[in-house]
């Protein structure tokens, strides 16, 4: 599906908007304070964050990284969702609120409750972006309180 941003099929333009509306509705609640109450349904989020690897490289014109990452998340019902070589040396684990905060730029890493581990995880974290446009420099460490000990 042609658009703004790079091709693709319609159930990834949906996810898309989804992204675009969870990540401005954070905006909002940041803004007023406000607690949000995330459902499973940030899994479409999450999918796009591990989808969109190689173009957040891309996009800063990086060459696409080698190493597989493990991604081993909790979605808000407990559920686990989960990509990658189990047994990886770099992997990411934790919440999936905490990742899809990530790499839709509402949270530094440093910032939330995810677990990486081994160096192609941590860069990958720190060059995240989901989302079409411009790199995107992210939030500073520090910039929100984290809202889960590790």
Not at 101 to 129: K, N, S, Y
Request: glycine content about 8%.
């Amino acid at each position: 599906m042609a658009w703004y941003g790079p091709p693709m099929s319609a159930m990834s333009f949906l996810s898309a908007r989804l992204m675009e509306t969870w990540l401005h509705g954070h905006d909002v609640t940041d803004a007023l304070g406000l607690e949000r109450r995330d459902t499973d349904r940030v899994r479409h989020i999450l999918v796009l964050g591990v989808r969109t690897r190689a173009f957040a490289y891309a996009l800063r014109g990086l060459p696409a990284p080698a190493a597989p990452v493990r991604v081993e998340l909790v979605l808000p019902s407990g559920a686990r969702w989960e990509d990658g070589e189990a047994g990886a040396e770099n992997r990411i684990a934790g919440a999936a609120v905490d990742f899809c905060r990530v790499v839709t730029h509402r949270r530094h890493v440093d910032d939330t409750a995810l677990l990486v581990e081994g160096p192609a995880a941590r860069e990958w974290m720190l060059v995240a972006q989901a989302y079409a446009g411009p790199p995107a420099p992210g939030r500073k460490p520090g910039q929100f309180p984290r809202a889960n000990p590790r």
